[in-house]
């Protein structure tokens, strides 16, 4: 079925629209939701209250491109899980790899998100990722997007895992001289 009539049954309020939803997108959401968790059924439970706000984000929502409305979807989930499960302890799954990997091109939470809203950064960032090269902007959301390992990118665009890791090297520190030059810190 394709993503339009699938959006048209959520706007119907028709339950098939679930369904519809689980058969074209649950692998896919699965394989964000365990990126970030490392846990098959705690990955399930994100995809499963996916499906729930798809239900109540469409209507009034109407995505264009169901596939990225999901993914942020079971994205945001998996990330809350992943903090709740790990308030008292450290580790586990991509996450806490890509969460300190990433520190290195922000000043730190609390400094960005008092001089700037996080939708601005998160806008500068997708711009700055729009003007790299296919490579390199595909390496760098596999990894900070969808949480997937440095092996899995590598196995992906036939790259050695060096490669990789040299790709994303290169690419933070271009994206930490973007924030800088966009204000958002001083170097």
């Known amino acids: 079925m394709e993503d339009n009539q699938i959006v048209e049954l959520y706007w119907q309020r028709n339950e098939a629209a679930i369904k519809e939803t ?3 997108y649950g692998a896919y959401c699965f394989h964000i939701a365990d990126n970030i968790l490392d846990n098959k059924e705690d990955a399930e439970e994100c995809v499963n209250d996916t499906w729930l706000h798809a ?7 109407k995505p264009k491109r169901l596939r990225m409305f999901l993914a942020k979807i079971t994205r945001n989930l998996s990330f809350n899980c992943f903090n709740a499960r790990n308030a008292k302890k450290r580790g586990g799954g991509e996450i806490a790899l890509v969460l ?3 520190s290195e091109c922000l000043a730190g939470q609390a400094d960005v998100e008092g001089a700037y809203e996080a ?8 711009s700055f990722v729009w003007v790299l090269p296919e490579r390199e902007g595909n390496v760098f959301v596999r990894r900070y997007f969808f949480t997937e390992s440095v092996a899995a990118i590598a196995k992906r665009y036939a790259l050695s895992e060096n490669n990789v890791m040299v790709i994303l090297s290169r690419t933070r520190k271009r994206v930490k001289a973007h924030l800088a030059k966009e204000g958002y810190f001083n170097e």
Request: no cysteine; aromatic share 4%; glycine share 10%.
């Open 100 to 102: 300190e990997e990433l």
């Open 22 to 24: 689980d058969n074209k």
């Open 119 to 126: 939708k601005e950064l998160g806008q500068s960032i997708r």
């Open 55 to 61: 239900w109540n984000g469409i209507p009034p929502q």
